[in-house]
């Protein structure tokens, strides 16, 4: 894989990225092999001809394929250039086909240094409401940080609140989530609180029990959606949370 940064004057910053077929063969073989766990008129269940999968499923696979060797090659590009986003990256420009070389230009807002409280300030009353909403509400009010707008547009629009205007409750809400997610994520790498894939892994398996479905389903369209990075930043969360609560209760 190769990459090549850029950067315009208003701060957005993107990157260029290029591999070889042979570096996502596997990602195609493995997408192609759910897509032959489709039951398709006139063949045995499993005995679909891979040929047949791949002409039939041809954009369903072409847009998984994209969809996932963005995720994966723009997480690698991102670290090696020792990057911190400030939200997920998107794709632009995505070229991604079987037997070709893929190539995507990712597009984020780099993370800014955040001027961290004490752990020590944080004060909580033991008598009052629930602890971690009165760590995150001090945490709101400790840190100064500015968010793109188009941040909170995304963050709106995944939680089906795509209409609301800036200065809206709504649009505030989105502010103060964004907000303090950042303020956490750095606290968890000052102090040293990871997540590892174990920890996500489970709690997939706990939510595909309450709502009905499989581990691999469940994975499959959180995948498809950026979910698991989502997961892994709310899990580091709660880590980092429940953290500061013993240490300051």
Known sequence: MKWQQHSNDNGFYRLD?????????????DIVAEYAKVRIPGFRSGKVPKGVIEQRFQSEISDDLSRRIAQRFGREAIREAGIKVLGPAEAEEVVC??????????CFYPRPEIDLPEISSLKIDTKGCDFRDQISHQLLDMVTIEIPDGLIKDDLTLADGDNCEAGSVEWQAANDRIK???????????EGIEVDRKDVNDRITEKAVEFGTTKKSLQTELEKSG?????????????????LIEQNV
């Not at 979910?227 to 953290?243: H, I, N, Q, W």
Request: charged share 30%.
């Open 17 to 29: 990225v290029e591999a070889d077929w042979s570096e996502f063969t596997a990602d195609y073989d």
């Open 97 to 106: 086909k079987k037997g070709q070389s893929f190539r995507a230009r990712l």
């Open 180 to 190: 303090l997610m950042l303020i956490l994520k750095q606290i968890a790498q000052q």
């Open 227 to 243: 979910g698991v990075t989502r997961l892994k930043d709310m899990l580091l969360a709660e880590s980092t949370l429940e953290y």
